[in-house]
């Protein structure tokens, strides 16, 4: 570096200040905040002008225009009004709560008492809840069924559907989905012990090399094994 660089390190460099999408309503939050307007109406009056951009960047030129300007105004910080308060006389049910409502068949499960006191006013309102529903139920009713043909029935009956992407993977896959409806034998075993195996193996690091990983798996599964000793694994 030059003798010039060197001390231009010594001053303070002006830099131009990065356009937000804000930038074109502080004039509109300065004159709602001298008129005595809260932040909260501020802040959707803004919003309903057009505003795009981020949340949390509307709600910081707020509270920085209100504190160099009005140091005497009552303000809160803009983490305070990210968060949605609903009033107590509002219920508020949401799309993931609702979705683990209508897919639970197993009885013993319980549910939300909240949404079954709604759920008759939510299908009226929104058939595609009841819908979901239905096709849920019959998909369900066909895979613990014992009829393989009922999956062509299903797949007949929706492929024109919303779910005509579903029933064309379930198309790709016809023979171990009928297989799996028709036949009492299951893969879960060993997907269950590859599941363990995997574990064991990440919880090696994959550092400790093949012998190594045989022993511990051999170890993990030895409680089966009435004969198992550990001088095999020396």
């Known amino acids: 570096m030059t ?4 001390q231009r390190l010594d001053s303070i460099q002006s830099r131009a200040k990065r356009p937000t999408q804000a930038d074109d309503y502080l004039n509109i939050i300065y004159k709602m905040q001298r008129d005595g307007y809260g932040d909260d109406i501020i802040y959707h009056y803004v919003v309903r002008k057009g505003y795009k951009g981020k949340t949390a ?6 509270y920085n225009i209100s504190m160099n300007n009005f140091p005497d105004r009552k303000v809160k910080p803009p983490l305070h009004y990210m968060e949605w308060l609903y009033p107590d006389d509002v219920t508020v049910i949401k799309r ?9 068949i197993d009885p013993k499960k319980e549910r939300d008492e909240t949404i ?14 009841e819908m979901t529903e239905k096709m849920f139920s019959e998909f369900h009713a066909v895979i613990m069924g014992k009829d393989s043909d009922a999956v062509d029935e299903y797949i007949l009956k929706y492929q024109d559907s919303k779910i005509a992407g579903f029933c064309a993977g379930i198309k790709k896959d016809i023979a171990p989905v009928k297989n799996a409806v028709s036949m009492d034998v299951s893969s879960g075993f060993v997907e269950g012990n590859n599941n ?3 574990l064991i193996k990440r919880t090696l690091y994959g550092r400790a090399g093949l012998p190594n990983l ?7 599964f030895a409680n089966n094994n009435p004969d198992f000793s550990l001088k095999d694994l020396l």
């Open 214 to 220: 045989t022993k511990k798996c051999k170890l993990a």
């Open 57 to 62: 960047t509307l709600w910081r030129h707020i």
């Open 96 to 104: 993931s709560g609702l979705l683990k409502y209508i897919l639970t």
């Open 116 to 129: 079954g006191r709604y759920i008759d006013k939510i299908r009226e309102t929104y058939p595609v809840v």
């Open 3 to 6: 003798e010039d660089e060197i």
């Open 196 to 198: 363990k195996f995997k």
